[in-house]
T-cell receptor, first 113, second 113 residues
Framework: QKEVEQNSGPLSVPEGAIASLNCTYS??????FFWYRQYSGKSPELIMS????GDKEDGRFTAQLNKASQYVSLLIRDSQPSDSATYLC?????????????FGTGTLLAVQP | DGGITQSPKYLFRKEGQNVTLSCEQN?????MYWYRQDPGQGLRLIYY???????QKGDIAEGYSVSREKKESFPLTVTSAQKNPTAFYLC????????????FGEGSWLTVV
């Protein structure tokens, strides 16, 4: 069974701090990784995708990937109360023509004003 | 506007009844998906389709059925065989081929009464 593991939280950080969200995955063959944000009662929306080892930055968000350790993380700089949401890590376990994501259970982030 | 439309947004079902959730997309995506989310949980894949007239079971297909007669449409039927159908159902779509971003509709809340 291919799995994606996340700490469910809640992760509480003060406004303006850096929030660090972590994810590990079991399928060593996975090549693409995604972070989604989900507000309560809403559908997930894509924050970032990452495909290569190292860091990828987009505004206040940085995704980090280490395939050897099977580890993906998301850093949120200058955290804002509007960042309070559940963050879902997703890993592609398809191959060839098949696009298939499996998700972790999500980490609840609470940014305290 | 381009997007994924799910209907109805809220649905109540009596035990023993089948219900069908609609999903339509105008993004010209080949691949479509159905996920289920229970409170405080991650997303679990029910069925997915990479091309018209073809679909595959996901991790929790028992008690569900789908069809893919048109590229734009991927309806999900929750049958009376599904023992715990109360959940948030999410339809999604993507460009075909592994590693592409999956985009979500707004979701449908199903409650069994």
């Amino acid at each position: 069974q291919k799995e994606v593991e996340q700490n469910s939280g809640p992760l509480s950080v003060p406004e303006g701090a850096i929030a660090s969200l972590n994810c590990t995955y079991s399928d060593r063959g996975s090549q693409s990784f995604f972070w989604y944000r989900q507000y309560s009662g809403k559908s997930p929306e894509l924050i970032m995708s990452i495909y290569s080892n190292g860091d990828k930055e987009d505004g206040r968000f940085t995704a980090q990937l280490n395939k050897a350790s099977q580890y993906v993380s998301l850093l949120i700089r200058d955290s804002q109360p509007s960042d309070s949401a559940t963050y879902l890590c997703a890993v592609n376990v398809g191959g060839g023509a098949t696009n298939k994501l499996i998700f972790g259970t999500g980490t609840l982030l609470a940014v305290q004003p | 506007d381009g997007g994924i439309t799910q209907s109805p947004k809220y649905l109540f079902r009596k035990e023993g009844q089948n219900v069908t959730l609609s999903c339509e997309q105008n993004l010209n995506h080949d691949a479509m998906y159905w996920y289920r989310q229970d409170p405080g949980q991650g997303l679990r894949l029910i069925y997915y389709s990479q091309i018209v007239n073809d679909f595959q079971k996901g991790d929790i297909a028992e008690g569900y059925s789908v069809s893919r007669e048109k590229k734009e449409s991927f309806p999900l039927t929750v049958t009376s065989a599904q023992k715990n159908p109360t959940a948030f159902y999410l339809c999604a779509s993507s460009i075909s081929g592994t590693g592409n971003t999956i985009y979500f509709g707004e979701g449908s809340w199903l409650t069994v009464v």
